[in-house]
């Protein structure tokens, strides 16, 4: 509620200094121009009904309580701008963006099942920006403060959760929340033909992949674009992150990340785009102590690229990720990168599947009536629903039935890049690689079948969406019982809904 009245108050704040009259009759839907601020509001309700099959947790057989899952999102929003910015030698951008609900709001795993299961974030309110930026044309000067989400290149480790859905990219996501965080920030403008632009920026930050309840995490971000805006751009992200846990112990990291983007018509043949990313995390940590090493080095890789052809009533789309794993979690390394959670690559295997694996082990290997002595930092371990420890190729199709209406979908081939281990039964086994019902794994994850449709349509100013989701995996050798058979398939269905205005 808090957040609430902050909203009413800001938005007030701001009217109070746009005179009354001027052009506001052009300026849309919840519009407001005056001599000073022009200001527009906006708000989207989306909503998703999720089904999943049962499917083993454990070498027990422990599964999901629930298979049914209902998660809404109510946003409201804010902007504001100055008008007639010629006159001035300064433009000001505030926005403002706030989900008063979020999260799942029925179906929610008990916690003594497991942590961070996939749909176990209870509904929520979430502030996503209230952040002001100033823009100085003449001195080639941008800078800004405030609550904000953070976003680079296609959103393998900073993703805002905004990139969702489109017709040509097929994309079976529904991203919520995002990275958030306050954030000073400096850069400029787009420099040279070459529209090169340059950004300092420090963040507290607030919510992310990396951050569980009571840690503090600060970074510091250096990043060059160069082609901001163009058909062709490629750009620099520099990260230093340090990162305290209640307990006293933590990271501190250094976080290179490129990413490139370039497309070209090809006439008749359609418009081909080409994009990539690649992040190296390199650091130390005290988390996840053991005996012999009470402090970890850090080298994580991860890397994906997305093809697109758009030929206007089909195409195709081709992603490729790859993120270095771990199958040992006694030795000095720690190797296993996660991709941001937000960054969905299919329906099932990464984002229930594992999560819920991954989330079952904090469990099972903090048993004392299982093992004698659980190893400190377990809740680091689930993945929340974030790719890891996998090399994957996800071909898919397109097809414009009808101008308000999309079919989509392909197979998901995954592998991984290590042996799939699970902290309690690898332990179990003497440090031998086991994964999480028990048995010895193989590299080949499975295959995963995506379908999709989705309708859409714009009514009077609102803008409405109906879609429907399934997916059913079949289950690779890396998902080897202990008893040497390997689990069965599992199914998932979801129907997504939402209105913009």
Request: glycine content about 12%.
């Amino acid at each position: 509620m808090r957040w609430i009245r902050l909203w009413v108050l800001t938005s007030w704040c701001l009217l109070f200094f746009v005179p009354r009259g001027g052009g506001a009759e052009d300026c849309g839907w919840a519009c407001a121009e005056g001599d000073f601020w022009r200001l527009r509001g906006r708000a989207q309700y989306q909503t998703r009904l999720e089904g999943v099959s049962t499917f083993p947790l454990d070498r027990y057989g422990t599964s999901l309580d629930r298979n049914f899952f209902f998660l809404p999102v109510l946003r409201v929003g804010l902007s504001a701008e100055t008008t007639d910015v010629a006159r001035r030698p300064y433009s000001l951008q505030f926005d403002y963006e706030h989900d008063l609900i979020t999260g799942v709001e029925d179906g929610a795993p008990p916690d003594r099942l497991g942590r961070e299961l996939p749909f176990s974030r209870k509904s929520h309110e979430e502030l996503r920006r209230l952040f002001l930026r100033a823009t100085v044309p003449d001195a080639f000067l941008v800078v800004g403060g405030g609550y904000t989400l953070s976003h680079w290149g296609l959103g393998l480790l900073a993703n805002d959760g905004a990139h969702g859905w489109t017709k040509n990219n097929a994309y079976f996501g529904d991203p919520r929340s995002g990275d958030r965080v306050i954030r000073g920030t400096i850069g400029t403008t787009p420099l040279t033909s070459a529209n090169i632009v340059l950004r300092l920026a420090y963040d507290e930050v607030v919510g992310d992949d990396p951050l569980l309840r009571d840690d503090d995490a600060q970074q510091y971000i250096a990043s060059v674009l160069v082609g901001s805006g163009l058909r062709h751009s490629a750009g620099l992200y520099v990260v230093y992150r340090t990162q305290d846990a209640k307990v006293g112990r933590g990271f501190d990291v250094v976080v290179y990340d490129v990413f490139a983007r370039t497309s070209r018509s090809f006439g008749a043949m359609g418009e081909f785009s080409l994009a990539g990313e690649a992040a190296v995390i390199d650091g130390s940590t005290s988390l996840g102590p053991t005996v012999d090493f009470p402090k970890h080095d850090l080298l994580q890789v991860g890397a994906t690229v997305q093809a697109r052809l758009d030929r206007e009533s089909y195409g195709f789309a081709l992603d490729f990720l790859f993120a270095s794993g771990d199958e040992n979690f006694d030795d000095r390394d720690q190797n296993a990168f996660k991709v941001d959670p937000n960054y969905e690559f299919g329906l099932l295997l990464y984002r229930v599947v594992m999560a819920a694996q991954t989330g079952r082990t904090v469990v099972t290997a903090a048993d004392p009536t299982l093992v004698g002595r659980p190893v400190p930092d377990l809740e680091r371990l689930p993945t929340r629903g974030a790719p890891s420890n996998t090399i994957a190729v996800f071909p898919r199709v397109w097809w414009q039935v009808l101008e308000p209406m999309v079919v989509y979908g392909g197979p998901l081939f995954a592998w991984s890049e290590v042996d799939y281990a699970d902290a309690f039964n690898t332990r179990l086994f003497g440090g031998e690689p086991h994964n999480a019902l028990g048995g010895r794994p193989g590299r080949f994850y499975g295959t995963e079948l995506d379908l999709g449709w989705r309708y859409f349509r714009n009514v009077r100013g609102f803008d409405f969406q109906l879609g429907a989701e399934g997916a059913v995996l079949f289950p690779g050798n890396a998902f080897r019982r202990l008893d040497g058979s390997t689990m069965s398939e599992v199914f998932l269905g979801r129907v997504l809904f939402e209105v913009r205005l």
